[in-house]
Every structure is written in C-alpha cells, then in structure tokens.
C-alpha cells in the first residue's frame, strides 16, 4: 500500500492508495518490532535484504495490542508510511516532510480531523490533541503511519515511529534513539512495512 497525504485548503488528509512494493522481500523495506517486555522492544530494519540496524526501542507503556484511543498499547501487526515529520529540518529522507511549527498539532478529538496531523492556522480548530513543535526530543524526527486509516473515532490515533525521549515508553507509538531515526528516514521510502508482534 503506498499512502499519501493531501493537503486540502490547508487540511493535511490521510488517504491510501494502492502499491505493489509492500511485502518487504530481498528488494523491500521492513522495521520489524518484536522481542516485547512490558514498554520495551526490538526493532530490526532491512532494507534490500540487508540489516541496517537492530536496536532497543519503546512502545505503548501498556505493551501492544492496541484497542483504542488513550489506552497506551502499540498496535499489534503491519502498519505503512504516510509521511515523515519533525521539528528539525528533514534530514535527507525522500519521505514527504512536515516541517513542524508551533501551529501543527496530531489532532485526537472527536471531530472531523481525528486521526491526522493539522495545520491548526490554516484550519481554525482549537485542538485538544498534541502539540507536536513542543514535544521534543520525541518529536525531532518522526514517521505517521497508517493505522487506523479510516480516521474513525475512538479506534486509536497517531501512531508515530519517532525518537526516544525522556521516559522509557510511549503512549502506543514507537520510539528509537534519535541516531537510528535519522538512519531510517535516510535509508526509507514510502514503501516502508512496519510489522509489530510479540
């Protein structure tokens, strides 16, 4: 699946669209997230049958198997790129990239924008949801990901592959030392699978 976000009126909008190249094989892109204790895990990037890394990660401080929103568990299974973001400025990733200013928020009320990352000047919603230009060092780097592509509400929202910060989990997303995020985003495309199991 190759996933794309639109930009309508200043509204970023998740959308999918169909792509041949998601099976991750010896020509693929794969982070696997696996070897789970508590917030804590695995994770191993292949890219062309090559491993680039396997590194100690964060997940969900309630481990995985995601059931909805604010339940801090990581989603269990496969999961495909919609963009690449941060506060500091891209860092050579192909990736469509979000420069992250103080009025970009992940936006996890109830409304038409759940699910998604906005432009809260250019669409005038007061949002609830993170404020992602001061949530740092997390979000110096960082991957959306497709779960929950239909933005349904309260399903779970924003599952992000962004740095580590200061505490040993996160609310459901993936988290890596900053080093190897930068290593991803330079080495990845948006044909990357991400698969999370136990």
Request: a negative charge; hydrophobic letters at 35%; proline letters at 3%.
């Amino acid at each position: 699946m190759l996933n794309v976000i639109l930009i309508i009126s200043g509204t970023i909008v998740l959308t999918t669209s169909c792509f041949n190249g998601g099976n991750a094989d010896k020509n693929g892109q794969l982070l696997e997230v696996y070897d789970v204790h508590g917030s804590e895990a695995t994770a191993r990037l292949t890219v062309n049958g090559k491993v680039l890394f396997t590194t100690s990660v964060y997940i969900g401080k309630n481990g995985i198997g995601k059931e909805g929103e604010g339940d801090s568990k990581t989603p269990i299974g496969e999961m495909h790129v919609l963009k690449a973001f941060g506060v500091k400025p891209n860092p050579g990733t192909t990736i469509p990239y979000i420069d992250v200013t103080n009025s970009i928020y992940a936006c996890d009320d109830q409304c038409e924008y759940y699910n998604q990352i906005i432009d809260t000047a250019a669409v005038h919603h007061k949002c609830g949801g993170e404020d992602m230009f001061h949530i740092v060092p997390e979000y110096n780097y960082g991957i959306a990901t497709d779960f929950n592509k239909e933005c349904i509400w309260p399903n779970g929202s924003n599952i992000f592959i962004h740095c580590k910060g200061h505490k040993t989990w996160t609310g459901g997303c993936i988290a890596l030392d900053e080093e190897r995020m930068v290593e991803l985003l330079k080495n990845c495309d948006q044909s990357l699978v991400i698969t999370v199991s136990e």
